[in-house]
């Protein structure tokens, strides 16, 4: 076994990519999907499902309206949409590829200096100042138009625009280091050298930076006041209910008021005021915690255990272990080190997993960590359309495996005039409100279930005992076991469609030998398959190439607490039979383990997806493909069979589900297929949609080595022998049309 597959297989016990999921929870046993069933349809559906189709098709029609008037022209323009590129094949060489007629460019990779008095990265490890350069792992992006003065937002600014680009990890082969890492991982109870650390810490957060328009295409602005990073270290205010907890008391802050950095920036989300929302989702295994559980309160066990916090762990880079006697360090170490909660870190972990606010435009506020929103693993934070005298609503996943879907009801009610308000804007709307967890029931209908103390289920939940909003909010997750949630495929990106109000959201994929769906996680409506044979494995491992769920919200509202929900896609292989490729997927479009979702604003009704997947490998590395969706209810309930398998037993499972349209390549097409080892993320356009920016995560990160380039799967971007960095690409049409109709 190599160095490298050792540190790999120590990666996965702390991350938990491919062991137990952490939700133990009894949420969705048969048991509880048969009281459902005997219960009846709870939802404000009634009737059989063709009824409930046509009733479907009705309520669609009142909230395209109501979204038109939203929206302004948003139904017209998206009349008559059309791909009008030629797809793209599927590819495993080391290349990035878009439809013939586009042109592709590198705007910023790893390393790369966000300020003209930076020097070039010379990506051989000898750098160490990534607060002052593109941090790793380009995930989540969005576009912030410029003013002409340059000093504030312009939804409308083409000329001039500030890009914010989360930073999820650094690369863990340690391609930013001479040598590779020293002490690393978690099982590791050695010093490290703080000079790594530094740097690891560094290379996650946020760039901010501007982007100027020069000819057809945008370049970096270096000279840019606003270029700045927000990383693992930066200062952030928490507020919200949980600010002043006692449970986010730390030596740092002991008020609860405070934290440093914000990590595993994953997904995001954005404002009706133009700050940008970067959300931590696998900050779980960040944390060095080796001590008895019975040194804990039993509730603090019950929550590191909920959130997947071991406690024989140096956490997954070692970062509480510096050869330094710095705070910096003993920060990330959450176990009970003193006699009182304020005078070590053993509350550090509650100080993460939120969503965190950030004004592009003015590098002196500190970013806000919006508790409201609630703890989880925050894949994003997406806004539904803000509508004047309506509240906000924002969307998130959780996404590990079985774990829910989320929404964020925000107290106050939308007054446009707060659009110019900044940070001040976002006390007024993201720090009250109700959160709530998605039921989906087995009927096509679904209930947001409140997370609040008023919810006797939550109340008198016998579980855990919440002392107050605060404790359910930071454990959310035991809030939504308890409220009755409904178990998902991995909740990814998701967003909604301008056009008819439409929600969608990717879940991944399910797979485990112990708790993937249909292993031991019971099948549902919403989550119907654990068969495929991407790999032509004969025996599940549960849903390996994941699906895209939608749900449009009763009484046309975001705000509503019930909704109808079908299934917009199923991943496969175009190959697989027809009850593993329900969607009808052909080589033009088949795509596995759908991850970015993204509706364009330049052109309603233009749906992309991204994918971040494991399963098809072998024939295809990670694309991103483009999509003309249609409207909730506008397929048929269908009865999935999952082929018996050994390991659950001798007999077919069937479900029943509800699925769109099937696929076709006029509605869905592959625009893009990335390098060897990466996974596509993070998506936004230029105003006009004639500029497209997408991230290119982890190229090579199958590599075997971070130093001998013979074992580099991948030298994307710089090519020859370079060590593979993530990267921002620009892509434009070469006739300078708009991207993809
Ligand atoms: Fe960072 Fe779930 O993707
Ligand atoms: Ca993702
Ligand atoms: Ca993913
Ligand atoms: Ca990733």
Sequence with gaps: MTRNQN??????????????????????????????????????????????????????????????????????????????????????????????????????ATGDPLKS?????????????????????????????????????????????????????????????????????????????????DKEVAAHGVSIVEVVKQGSTYQIN????????????????????????????????????????????CANGYTPWGTYLTCEENWAGYFNRREDDAVRTAKEVASFKRYGIGNETSGRYNWSRADSDSDLYKRWDASKTASRANQDYRNVANTFGWVVEIDPFNPSAMPQKRTAIGRFAHEGCWPAPAVAGQPLVFYSGDDSRNEYVYKFVSAAKWDPRDATRGMAAGDKYLDAGTLYAARFNDDGTGEWLPLTLDNPAIANYADYSFADQADVLI???????????????????????????????????????????GVKTPLNAANPRYYADAKGESVSKGNVNGHVIRWREAEASHAATGFNWDVYLFGAKASAEADVNLSGLTDENDFSSPDGLWFSEAVPGLLWLQTDDGYYTDTTNCMMLAALPGTVGDGTAKMVTNKAVPINGDADQQVKTYMGQPASPAALSRFLVGPRDCEITGITESPDGRVLFVNIQHPGENSESATDPTQFTSHWPDGGSARPRSATVVITRNDGGRIAV
């Design 117 to 197: 008095n930076v020097t070039p990265y010379k990506n051989d490890g000898t750098d160490n100042d990534f607060d002052l350069r593109a941090g790793d792992h380009h995930d989540a992006m969005h576009y912030f138009g410029l003013n002409r003065a340059g000093n504030g937002w312009d939804p409308s600014g083409s000329d001039r625009a500030l890009l914010a680009i989360n930073h999820e990890v650094c690369e863990d082969l340690g391609f930013v280091h001479p040598n590779g890492p020293t002490n690393y991982g978690a099982e590791s109870t050695e010093a490290r050298p703080a000079i790594e650390i």
């Design 7 to 108: 540190f790999r297989t120590i990666l996965k016990k702390v991350i938990n990519t491919e062991d137990e999921s952490h939700n133990t929870s009894s949420n969705d046993s048969f048991d509880q999907v048969m009281a459902r069933a005997r219960l009846g349809r709870r939802g404000f559906l009634k009737g059989s499902s063709s009824l409930a189709a046509a009733t479907l098709l009705g309520t669609g029609l009142a909230f395209a309206a109501d979204s038109a008037k939203q929206t302004g022209q948003a139904a017209k323009a998206s009349t008559g949409l059309r791909l009008s590129f030629n797809p793209v094949a599927k590819s495993i060489a080391d290349t990035l590829t878009v439809p013939e007629g586009y042109t592709a460019q590198v705007l910023l």
């Design 475 to 517: 454990n959310a997750r035991l809030a939504a076991d308890a409220a009755g949630a409904t178990k998902m495929d991995r909740p990814e990106w998701g967003g909604v469609n301008p056009v008819n109000g439409d929600v969608y959201l990717t879940l991944t994929n399910n797979v485990s030998s112990s708790s993937g769906r």
């Design 222 to 265: 270096r000279d840019s006041r606003l270029n700045r990073r927000v990383t693992g270290a930066t200062p952030c205010q928490i507020s919200g209910p949980a600010r002043r907890s006692p449970m986010l008391a730390t030596a740092f802050s002991p008020s609860g008021e405070r934290t440093r950095g914000t990590i595993n920036n």
